[in-house]
């Protein structure tokens, strides 16, 4: 479907859509308590890249030129006579502000975009934010998005409470949906994250002094990677593909493509925590290694170098370890393997979407996946 020169710009595609994201989201995160709302609202203000909620928000389009599963249930939001906005939330917990107040979007637009897939979006966005606030406090970091992170504006013990606050309102709005399967998908996401994040901590298989290199090492690095940050995606658009009653074949399709493209982008981010400085980032380069953490090309520079078992195994804290692993990844071509693996993922991504017929969001979707990899950030 890849229209050789022709300059396809996801965003384009969904604009309209993603024009509202980031307002209907601070509206999901309001409070009646002022230095709540402040911290709740903390990481929406800084232009993050909304990968997600654009990836679903294609998906969404994408999937709605498929064949469908005529006996799928339809969800609330979707009905004609529904008129439930993200607002309607805020009437219950602060009723002090008159729902007039907000403008929104027209929730019913020529679009093939459905309301509940728009929710889908900004309850996307909400789960990985309510990570960085967590991950931010697990990893000690001191920023975020090119600015001072949450827990170093306003303490660990409100970016905790904030982040709860911000799975507290997605929860509310995925309940909202009315779509059972869709509900046990994204809860069951908020569940993997955690697990991923605890495979991080532990970081290796086994715990030895001096390990060897295996596959299962690698396997292991793996599976922590799909929870920590490919389910979302991959869920996410399987949600996406479930809300347009799109059938089995392309459930399944739209499950892959995320999966496949969630790999790719850890990788890559993985990737440019050697290659980047922390300017580039707007957060702190080489901090894997400062955490303990072997990352794909560390494993990959492993694999030859078996020096690098030590340093492993004491988690880089003796004096000068980061150094010398930074050191010896940077001589090996783990770096060269980390990108030809998140090729290899991104490449899966697209052939995914094999069965879907062509339009303008399957493109989008297609160089979503090409841009995975060509990003500096
Ligand atoms: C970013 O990784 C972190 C994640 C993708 C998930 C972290 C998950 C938790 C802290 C568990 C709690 C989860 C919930 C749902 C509140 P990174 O540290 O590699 O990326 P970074 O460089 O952007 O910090
Ligand atoms: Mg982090
Ligand atoms: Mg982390």
């Known amino acids: 479907a890849t229209k050789g020169d022709m300059h396809i710009d996801p965003l384009r595609t969904v604009a309209k859509e993603m024009k509202f994201l980031t307002g209907n989201i601070r509206q999901l995160l309001g409070s009646g308590h002022p230095s709540l709302d402040r911290v709740a609202k ?67 637009s020529e679009s093939d975009i459905l309301p509940s897939q728009r929710r889908l979006a900004e309850i996307t966005e909400l789960i990985h934010t309510a990570s960085l606030l967590h991950d931010d406090v697990v990893d000690h970091s001191v ?66 002094r001096n390990p060897a290199y295996s596959e299962e090492i690698f396997n292991y690095y793996l599976q922590k990677t799909y929870l920590k940050t490919a389910s979302l995606i991959s ?7 479930l809300l347009g009653r799109a059938d089995a074949i392309t459930v399944d399709a739209a499950y892959a493509y995320g999966r496949n493209l969630g790999l790719a982008f850890q990788l890559v981010d993985d990737m440019l925590d050697y290659t980047k400085s922390g300017k580039d980032l ?31 195994g004491r988690k880089f804290e003796q004096e000068g370890d980061v150094q010398r692993a930074r050191e010896l990844v940077i001589q090996s071509n783990g770096i060269e393997q980390t990108r030809a693996l998140a090729e290899d993922y991104s490449q899966r991504a697209i052939s995914a979407l094999d069965t879907f017929p062509d339009s303008e969001a399957k493109d989008g979707l297609i160089d979503m996946a090409m841009k995975t990899l060509k990003r500096q950030k």
């Open 143 to 208: 920023s975020r998005r090119g600015s001072p992170s949450a827990n170093f504006e306003f303490g660990n013990k409100m970016a905790v409470l904030a982040g709860d606050f911000l799975l507290g309102r997605a929860s509310v709005a995925l309940a909202r949906l009315r779509n059972a399967e869709v509900i046990e998908l994204l809860a069951t996401v908020i569940a993997n994250l955690v697990e991923g994040e605890f495979m991080q901590l532990k970081n290796t298989a086994r715990d030895e």
């Open 42 to 108: 903390y990481y929406t203000q800084a232009e993050g890249k909304h990968v997600r909620p654009l990836i679903v928000l294609l998906m969404s389009r994408a999937t709605a030129l498929c064949p469908k599963n005529e006996s799928a249930p339809a969800s609330a939001h979707d009905s004609i006579n529904s008129s439930i906005s993200p607002l309607d939330i805020l009437s219950d917990v602060n009723p002090s502000k008159p729902l007039s107040g907000y403008s929104s979007e027209p929730e019913f």
């Open 235 to 241: 869920k996410s658009c399987r949600a996406a593909a």
């Open 282 to 312: 707007g957060k702190p380069a080489g901090a894997d290694l400062e955490l303990g953490l072997a990352t794909a090309p560390l494993l990959f520079a492993w694999k030859t170098t078996p020096e690098l078992g030590s340093l492993v």
